[in-house]
């Protein structure tokens, strides 16, 4: 029985930490969005797993962020990653629409993600205006959206930092 609910990092960090690399491979490390993940912590309260019979199958990790020279709150999702034997079946769309129900019900104002507009435009994000926030290093400014969700996403601008 497949189940989405909230990481683990007891139970699941091991398996998650080979997902990302199965789908992203050792590359991903040198990716922009990683300079964010790696001074802060994620909040495995507001990220879900996708589990099939014991086994993580799909992910979406969610990260605190600051934006601007106001420190305004959001919350940055991703990586998403789903096993390769499930692509394909929206599970990515399934375990980030339920990371954003977490993120709105524990009351954080808005969602950052860098993805694909045509996959997760169909789940709320609408891409910024290009420039309006600006990332620690280089980022297609074309796969930089936000959404709401406890508060207004439109009102984020500035540098995009750990908290």
């Given at each position: 029985?497949?189940?989405?609910?909230?990481?683990?990092?007891?139970?699941?960090a091991?398996?998650?930490?080979?997902?990302?690399?199965?789908?992203?491979?050792?590359?991903?490390?040198?990716?922009?969005?990683?300079?964010?993940?790696?001074?802060?912590?994620?909040?495995?309260?507001?990220?879900?797993?996708?589990?099939?019979?014991?086994?993580v199958?799909g992910?979406?990790?969610v990260?605190?962020?600051?934006?601007?020279?106001?420190?305004?709150?959001?919350?940055?999702?991703?990586?998403?990653?789903?096993?390769?034997?499930?692509?394909?079946?929206?599970l990515?769309?399934?375990?980030?629409?339920?990371?954003?129900?977490?993120?709105?019900?524990a009351?954080?104002?808005?969602?950052i993600?860098?993805?694909?507009?045509?996959?997760?435009?169909?789940?709320?994000f609408?891409?910024t205006?290009?420039?309006?926030?600006?990332?620690?290093?280089?980022?297609?400014?074309?796969?930089?959206?936000?959404?709401?969700?406890a508060?207004?996403?439109?009102?984020?601008?500035?540098?995009?930092?750990?908290?």
């Amino acid at each position: 029985m497949l189940e989405i609910i909230a990481e683990n990092p007891a139970l699941h960090a091991e398996a998650i930490e080979d997902l990302f690399d199965r789908t992203f491979g050792p590359g991903h490390f040198a990716k922009t969005a990683e300079r964010l993940r790696e001074y802060s912590v994620s909040l495995p309260e507001v990220s879900r797993v996708a589990v099939l019979d014991g086994k993580v199958i799909g992910v979406c990790r969610v990260w605190p962020l600051s934006v601007g020279p106001a420190r305004d709150k959001a919350l940055f999702y991703g990586p998403v990653a789903v096993a390769p034997s499930h692509r394909g079946s929206r599970l990515g769309l399934t375990v980030t629409g339920e990371a954003l129900e977490a993120g709105t019900a524990a009351g954080w104002p808005a969602a950052i993600l860098i993805g694909a507009p045509s996959y997760f435009g169909e789940i709320g994000f609408t891409v910024t205006p290009k420039n309006q926030l600006i990332f620690p290093g280089p980022q297609d400014q074309a796969r930089v959206m936000v959404r709401n969700l406890a508060g207004d996403a439109s009102r984020l601008a500035g540098l995009v930092t750990a908290p």
